[in-house]
């Protein structure tokens, strides 16, 4: 089984939420139909970054960094490019 770290924006005011799941696919659909408390009032969604995982713990540990400061910078940095076209 893989575990994912996603990472979504939403297309109604640009903010980001980052995540981790087991189903990628079920778990975006959830998003967008408002289903998840933290992301219901700015759907709808798009995926705009995944990782994936053999482990949970790796998977929970990734989240846990990208929600940090240095995570929010790395986040820049990987897609830096993807920011820069909006």
């Known amino acids: 089984m893989f575990y994912y770290v996603y990472i979504l924006k ?6 980001l939420y980052i995540g981790y799941t087991s189903d990628l696919k079920k778990r975006i ?5 408002g289903e998840s408390l933290a992301t219901k009032s700015f759907i709808p969604y798009e ?3 995944y990782e994936g995982f053999l482990n949970k ?6 989240e846990k ?6 995570g929010r910078i ?13």
């Open 10 to 15: 939403s297309l109604r005011n640009k903010s």
């Open 29 to 33: 659909k959830k998003h967008n139909k």
């Open 47 to 49: 995926l705009i970054f």
């Open 57 to 62: 713990i790796d998977a929970k540990n990734r």
């Open 65 to 70: 960094y990208f929600k940090s400061g240095y």
């Open 74 to 86: 790395s986040i820049n940095k990987m897609l830096k490019k993807y920011f820069k076209n909006l």
